[in-house]
């Protein structure tokens, strides 16, 4: 769950920047702010923010790279209030799949709100997988992995 919790945040905060200046902006904008006020913070609050976020995209002189700044901010926002608000996991996933239905071509692979990995380990087998990240590996006590 952990995981499908920061995936969802990541698709949020992705969906939410791309969208800014953008004819989808409203709406995005509209749904995360309703959102947040779920979780008891003022709507108003959080949509002046997102208004200035969004002025920060529209005069950048590189929009995109204005947007990539922005990104971490949002999915360490989302993922804060999924964690406080497990009933917005729904809403912003219906959010980011509307959202990514209705994006033009050019920015709708962006977008990604689903991951899926298959493992399998036979006998003594050990798998080690991540998305998303990186995963460190320890051996306690031994100064080779085993083969």
Do not use: K, Y
């Not at 995109?64 to 989302?78: G, N």
């Amino acid at each position: 769950m952990e995981d499908e919790l920061v995936t969802l945040a990541a698709a949020g905060a992705t969906t939410l920047v791309t969208a800014m200046t953008t004819d989808l902006w409203q709406t995005v904008r509209d749904g995360v702010a309703d959102l947040f006020r779920r979780s008891g913070r003022r709507r108003r609050e959080i949509a002046t923010r997102l208004d200035s976020h969004a002025a920060l995209v529209e005069g950048a002189a590189t929009p995109d790279v204005a947007r990539q700044a922005l990104l971490r901010s949002w999915e360490m926002e989302l993922e804060a209030l999924l964690r406080r608000e497990p009933s917005c996991r729904e809403p912003l996933a219906r959010l980011v799949e509307e959202a990514r239905r209705a994006m033009p071509d050019d920015r709708r692979e962006v977008i990604h709100t689903h991951l899926e990995q298959n493992n399998t380990a036979h006998g003594s087998g050990t798998v080690f997988a991540v998305q998303g990240g990186d995963q460190p590996v320890h051996w306690p006590g031994r100064s080779n992995p085993p083969q």
